[in-house]
């Protein structure tokens, strides 16, 4: 699952206000929206803080492709 799809759902779920979960990973409520409607993509220095946020694995909110060259680089 993508990390804005994880945010989606924690959003819905948690009841938290968007200027709530922007205050929780220092960013802007603007950004905040743009991420949770697929405007912008995630960065990646995020995926720490939206990890400890909503309580998933980082490995869970990985795109594929970086799965991948993990993967391919665990085994060499």
């Excluded at 759902?9 to 990973?25: F, G, V």
């Excluded at 970086?66 to 665990?74: E, G, R």
Aim: hydrophobic fraction near 40%.
């Amino acid at each position: 699952m993508a990390a804005e799809e994880v945010l989606q759902i924690y959003y819905k779920k948690s009841h938290q206000s968007q200027p709530e979960m922007a205050l929780a990973l220092d960013v802007s409520q603007t950004t905040i929206h743009n991420w949770i409607s697929g405007k912008h993509k995630i960065p990646m220095e995020f995926y720490d803080r939206i990890v400890k946020l909503c309580g998933v694995e980082l490995v869970d909110i990985l795109p594929n492709e970086w799965k991948v060259l993990l993967y391919k680089k665990d085994n060499h």
